[in-house]
Every structure is written in C-alpha cells, then in structure tokens.
C-alpha cells in the first residue's frame, strides 16, 4: 500500500498584469508568509539563479527558448505550510499555476502557460520524503520524490518490497501518478494509481484534504485522472504511491 501524496488544485488563472508588479507583488506576498526558497526574473542578480532554476528540469528542450513565456516566481516549498503559502499568494497575485516535480511534461505543462496568462511555478523538488511502513506495505511519498528517489528508498528499508511505476528514475511521482504511472510491474500489479491508498492535497483555497476529505472524484482526478489540466476545475499534480508489491 501506498504512499502519499502532495497534490495540488487550482483553479483560478486571470489577469493580465505586467510580469513585473505580479512578480513583486507575489515575492511580497511570500516573504510575509515565511517561505523562503523563491526566486524571481525580476533583478539582475537574481536572472541567473531564476534561469537555473527553471532550467533544471526543463527535459523539452525546445520549452527552454527564451522567447516563451516565463514563470513571475519560482517557489520552491520544502513544507507544507510553505506549499500552502505558495498556492495563497499564487491566487492572491492572480497567477495560474503550474506544479512541476520531474519536468518530464513533454508539453512542457508543469513549466509554460500560454502568452496570456501570468503564472508561477511551484517547483516540488524540495518535497521528495519518502517514508515507509513496511509493517501496513505502504510509504508515503511527497510528489516531489523522483520514481528513482521512490524506489532507492524504499530498497534502503526493504529487500522485499517495491512499487509499480515507471522505468525513468528523473520522472516525478506527482506527475506521474497523477497521469496513471505504467512501468515494468504494471503487467502484474497495476499502474502506479492502482497502488494509491490515500493523498494529501492543497486546495485552491488553501484547504489540505485527505482522500475523504477530498472525496472520489477528486481522488479520482489526481490519481490517474491527468496532470496539468489547465482550465480544468482541478489539477493535479501530486504523488505517492505505494507499493504492494513483492519484488521480483
Ligand atoms: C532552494 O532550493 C534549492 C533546491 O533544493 C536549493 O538548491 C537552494 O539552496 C534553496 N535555497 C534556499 C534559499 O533555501
Ligand atoms: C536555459 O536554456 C536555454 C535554452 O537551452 C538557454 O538559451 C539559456 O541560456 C539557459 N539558461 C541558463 C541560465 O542556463
């Protein structure tokens, strides 16, 4: 059984302010809610790191072209009340959002919006727990954890357990669950969705919810329903997953 996950749901993209003001007005926003790992295009000094950053797991090349359109912040939560601050002050600036684990969106979702909607990118990278109870088979994994991170440490605490997901080890659990999750188990033991027994998601509203709390549709939709839906009432992206899975 499983792991968790962080998901995330947004609803909300309006706006057409200058990247500038939203950018300032989010990094505002922020500082007051005590997160501290964002960054900003806005200053010289900071392009550098910004770009690295939003580079680093761009694995589209073609969506790393300066001329697309960029995030007014990267915001990287390595909490969850840092995560939930994030998604506040996202909607308080009016900005889509776009969740990235992995970056393995080959249409580059978790990372790009359109030209006309300002959006942040809430990079999950620094939410990679992994926790599991090999008592109940399950761990709960925060959808920042690569399926490499996922797997590493679940063969750290077990020489008997695994878990059914994809063969790329870069690949993020948040997207890859949220997307179904097929791998070299799947025959046998299902998609990586088949294998979630319970997540925990952020809102639009800042709300953290459980699988009841959340109730089925919702589950549904993080758990194999698709990542980045853009527009949709929901989207997802978040992970874990579990594993009940003898290894073979
Ligand atoms: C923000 O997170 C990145 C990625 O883990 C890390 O390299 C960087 O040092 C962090 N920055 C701060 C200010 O915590
Ligand atoms: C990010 O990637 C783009 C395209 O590959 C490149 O033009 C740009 O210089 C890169 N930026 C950094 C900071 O590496």
């Known amino acids: ?98 969740i990235r684990s992995g970056g393995h969106s080959y249409e580059g979702l978790s990372y790009l919006a359109d030209h006309h909607t300002p959006f942040a990118l809430i990079d999950m990278m620094n939410l990679n727990q992994v926790r599991l109870d090999a008592g109940s088979l399950t761990a709960w994994v925060q959808t920042g954890a690569t399926l490499g991170e996922t797997y590493y440490a679940i063969a750290e605490s077990s020489d008997t357990l695994g878990f059914s997901a994809g063969s790329c080890p870069t690949v993020g659990s948040g997207g890859h669950i949220a997307g179904g999750g097929f791998g070299l188990l799947s025959r046998k033991y299902g998609l990586a969705a088949d294998n979630i027994v319970d997540a925990i998601l952020v809102d639009s509203s800042g709300r953290v919810l459980d699988r009841k709390s959340m109730g089925d549709d919702v589950f549904w939709a993080i758990c194999g329903g698709g990542g980045g839906t853009e527009g949709g009432a929901l989207s997802l992206h978040g992970v874990s997953s579990s594993s009940r899975f003898p290894k073979s």
């Open 1 to 98: 059984m499983p792991i968790f996950l962080l998901l995330i749901t947004f609803s909300s993209l309006l706006s057409f302010t200058s990247t500038t003001t939203t950018s300032q007005d989010i990094a505002t926003c922020l500082s007051s809610g005590n997160v501290l790992n964002f960054t900003t295009p806005s200053s010289a000094s900071s392009t550098t790191t910004f770009n690295l950053i939003l580079n680093f797991s761009i694995q589209n090349l073609r969506f790393s072209s300066p001329d697309l359109p960029k995030p007014a912040a990267i915001i990287l939560p390595s909490t969850l009340p840092d995560l939930r601050a994030a998604v506040l002050c996202c909607r308080a600036a009016s900005l889509s959002i776009r």
